[in-house]
């Protein structure tokens, strides 16, 4: 069984920048495939970026903006962001799977409790 663990949310004003960590579990973490979801206030959670063997992608209203990346000797995935918007303000969740996951969809195995981001104007 894989956890995982978000963490490094909070207040920020737009345009600032924030890094979100996820601790994952396990002596296998290099082979796991991360992601990151958020769930923005009465919205339904959508995709915000993938790292797998593949390579990385990200969802559009975030490309440019956030960097998705991992420390396998710390078993840790990271999400960089910058410059900041107001709609990006929602809760942040962290995704495992062992098995590969098409970018942008939803079939991973484990996920975190999330993390609130909130970004004022």
């Known amino acids: 069984q894989v956890q995982v663990v978000e963490s490094g949310g909070g207040l920020v004003q737009a345009g600032g920048s924030l890094r979100l960590s996820c601790a994952a579990s396990?002596?296998?973490?290099?082979?796991?495939?991360m992601g990151w979801f958020r769930q923005p206030p009465g919205k339904e959670r959508e995709f915000v970026a993938a790292i797998g063997r593949s390579g990385t992608s990200y969802s559009d209203s975030v490309k440019g903006r956030f960097t998705i990346s991992r420390d396998n000797t710390k078993n840790t995935l990271y999400l960089q962001m910058y410059s900041l918007k107001p709609e990006d303000t929602a809760v942040y969740y962290c995704a495992a799977s062992v098995q590969p996951v098409w970018p942008g969809h939803y079939n991973y195995d484990y996920w975190g409790q999330g993390t609130q981001v909130t970004v004022s104007s």
């Open positions: 396990g002596r296998t973490f290099s082979a796991y495939n």
